[in-house]
């Protein structure tokens, strides 16, 4: 079995996150492995409405408060874990702090959307998957919770 060194865990917040933040550090105290964990925020892109300072400043502050509060409870449990708070499309940035630290494994949860609303609001996870030079492992809230 592959040793994991360097885990990543893309979070957004919500419960699959948590779930997944949960296994990640489980997974790192048994490998001894390093945790990242990375938080990406997207600006809306309207055609019709370009991207106003105040709007631009509300979601970069909330970004950094929930990110703040997030590592706080993951340093508690892992203190060496590390942080990363990305501007841009999420998948994209996953991928890129992912060969930035070199992690050999990336932890995250996914809603398990399907049909319809998958189509029209996407998956990262689904994307990262796809992409990642690397395993990912997904996880869905609802199994553990």
């Known amino acids: 079995m592959t040793d994991f060194r360097t885990l990543l865990v893309p979070t957004d917040f919500g419960r699959s996150s948590d779930a997944a933040l949960e296994i ?20 809306p892109s309207y ?5 106003a300072p105040p709007l631009v400043n509300a979601v970069e502050e909330a970004a950094h408060t929930q990110f ?4 706080l ?17 999420p998948w994209q940035q996953i991928l890129a702090v992912q060969e930035e630290v070199g992690a050999d494994l990336i932890v995250m ?3 398990g959307r399907r049909g319809v609303s998958r189509t029209l609001i996407g998956s990262v996870a ?18 553990y919770s």
Not at 47 to 51: G, N, Q, V
């Open 24 to 43: 990640a550090i489980d997974l790192a105290s048994k490998y001894g492995a390093a945790l990242d964990v990375v938080h990406v925020y997207e600006f």
């Open 47 to 51: 055609a019709y409405m370009p991207t």
């Open 68 to 71: 703040d509060r997030a590592m």
């Open 73 to 89: 409870r993951v340093v508690a449990r892992k203190r060496d874990a590390k942080g990363f708070l990305r501007e841009g499309v």
């Open 109 to 111: 949860g996914t809603h």
């Open 126 to 143: 689904e994307k990262v998957v796809r992409m990642s030079p690397v395993p990912v492992l997904t996880v869905h809230a609802q199994r």
